[in-house]
């Protein structure tokens, strides 16, 4: 059996909002981040029809290479069709033990984490995104923030691997480390920026 693997240090979320046609634009967009160096990317589209998913997640995956992470967002019926790395779940998605009876042994499971929810409801999970650690327009309204002292604890309550999310940009990734997360997740700061390979450059060297 081939071990599982999770994301790298830097996870880039796709932007969220895009649309059937409107990917093949963000696939280029994609591969100036890639040629820079981004090697993990998590595909969230709930607009994006199954069949158009499925076109992106396969073109990240040739973009990105067999040394690359690519993982799905809810569709887990797309992780091997797409050869991906990861289903990822969040609260609406099937249950991490029932995802795990229809993935292949070597697909990783990750789930979006809060700082409300009880530890159970990670159980079985292989890594965690966890947030949202400072304020961001897709939270507003909906979840706090939790800082660094609510990443911090979340960090000491599990053994599961955290990739911290939310509001996070190059300067504060530093103190986003501190807190002993595993990696950085990130939306607006890197796919989601108009130049994707300038803010690849400007994020990374801090992040890894």
Known sequence: MSPRRIPGPVLALTPGDLRDETAADFRRHALDAVEAGLDSILVREPEMSDRATLELARALRELLGAK?????????????????????????????????????????????????DEPAAWSGADYLVFGPVYATPSKHGILEPVGIAGLLAAVRATSIPIWALGGIDAARVPAVQQSGCRGIAARGALLGAHDARAAWLEFAPSAR
């Open 68 to 116: 690359g992470w690519l993982g799905i967002h809810d569709r887990v019926h797309l992780a091997t069709a797409a050869g991906a790395d990861g289903v990822h779940l969040g609260f609406r998605s099937l249950a991490i033990h029932a995802t795990r009876a229809i993935v292949a042994d070597d697909v990783a499971i990750g789930y979006s984490a809060h700082a409300h």
